[in-house]
């Protein structure tokens, strides 16, 4: 006996696509630039990924709403922090909308003066390649122009709506 069909989705924003996508589980990372005008920004994504290993480029996506659209489009660089699981709290931080994200952390300058968080578990810096819209978020295409990792610390999972800083059963 077959399944059921779903039902096709009314909208693309809708609820059911939003939670089936939820289920894919993926890691954090905290996305960094710093304006022409020497500010620095930053904020949470869980939406990273690499697209080539020859040249080396990545994706990430920011949503068209976002307050930081003029900063990472204007930008020549920018930094991937992937956080262990120890760094939930900043990854909270810098996914809210209110209060210094900035306010003690601890970052040094990195290729074009993005920011490289310490305690980070990978750090990509990427000179920004190229950024196009496709539905309510801008893709950003970076080139990996230097990275680091380390292998001491697990990984901080986004799954379900949640954060897990312990692995999945």
Same mark, same amino acid.
């Given at each position: 006996?077959? %399944?059921?069909? +779903?039902?096709?989705?009314?909208?693309?924003?809708?609820?059911?696509?939003?939670?089936?996508?939820?289920?894919? %589980?993926?890691?954090? /990372?905290?996305?960094?630039?710093?304006?022409?005008?020497?500010?620095? %920004?930053?904020?949470?994504?869980?939406?990273?990924?690499?697209?080539?290993?020859? !040249? !080396?480029?990545?994706?990430? =996506?920011?949503?068209?709403?976002?307050?930081?659209?003029? /900063?990472?489009?204007?930008?020549?660089?920018?930094?991937?922090?992937?956080?262990? /699981?120890?760094?939930? /709290?900043? &990854?909270?931080?810098? %996914?809210? =909308?209110?209060?210094?994200?900035?306010?003690?952390?601890?970052?040094? +300058?990195?290729?074009?003066? &993005? +920011?490289l968080l310490a305690g980070a578990l990978a750090q990509f810096e990427c000179a920004n390649q190229h950024h196009q819209l496709e539905g309510d978020h801008l893709l950003f295409i970076g080139r990996v122009e230097r990275c680091?990792?380390? =292998?001491?610390?697990?990984?901080?999972?986004?799954?379900?709506?949640?954060?897990?800083?312990?692995?999945?059963?």
């Open positions: 006996m077959l %399944a059921p069909t +779903p039902p096709l989705l009314s909208e693309p924003g809708s609820r059911q696509f939003r939670s089936a996508m939820g289920m894919f %589980a993926t890691g954090v /990372a905290i996305v960094t630039v710093r304006t022409a005008t020497g500010e620095v %920004a930053g904020l949470t994504v869980n939406s990273f990924n690499s697209v080539s290993m020859h !040249p !080396p480029l990545i994706v990430w =996506s920011l949503a068209c709403r976002s307050h930081a659209v003029p /900063a990472f489009s204007a930008a020549t660089h920018y930094a991937i922090n992937v956080l262990p /699981a120890d760094q939930h /709290a900043l &990854a909270l931080r810098f %996914a809210s =909308s209110t209060g210094d994200r900035w306010q003690g952390v601890d970052w040094q +300058p990195g290729l074009g003066g &993005a +920011p680091v990792h380390r =292998s001491d610390a697990a990984p901080l999972v986004f799954h379900g709506g949640k954060f897990f800083t312990e692995p999945l059963a």
